[in-house]
Nanobody
Framework: QVDVVESGGGAVQTGGSLTLSCTASRRTYGNFAMGWFRQAPGKERQFVAAITWNLGVNYYEDSVKGRFTISRDVAKNTVYLKMNDLRPEDTAIYFC?????????????????WGQGTQVTVSS
């Protein structure tokens, strides 16, 4: 079992910035990756960004490219999501997840371990 805990959500105005953090209780043997998903009210959960643990290869959903940056601290089992130029459409609950693979990281089903989520609200 891997416990995943997010922190860092909050409320900002359009154009503001937030950094989310997520710590996993441990990493699994072999391949390991962590990702961020978000779910807006009335919408399905969608992929935001992911990063592989060994090489730090990252992936982004198109609407956040150039605004969001995912990074990891291997020693701390922690992944960060730096969000700049936030927009009202970024408002959602942001979930962190961990996966025992480096493949198909844009898919929700790839991840076996999920956090409880943290709210991000962007006002216009």
């Amino acid at each position: 079992q891997v416990d995943v805990v997010e922190s860092g959500g909050g409320a900002v105005q359009t154009g503001g910035s937030l950094t989310l953090s997520c710590t996993a209780s441990r990493r699994t043997y072999g391949n390991f990756a962590m990702g961020w998903f978000r779910q807006a009210p009335g919408k399905e959960r969608q992929f935001v960004a992911a990063i592989t643990w060994n090489l730090g290869v990252n992936y982004y959903e198109d609407s956040v490219k150039g605004r969001f940056t995912i990074s990891r601290d291997v020693a701390k089992n922690t992944v960060y999501l730096k969000m700049n130029d936030l927009r009202p459409e970024d408002t959602a609950i942001y979930f962190c997840a961990a996966a025992s693979t480096n493949l198909e990281l844009r898919l929700e089903a790839t991840y076996h371990y999920w956090g409880q989520g943290t709210q991000v609200t962007v006002s216009s």
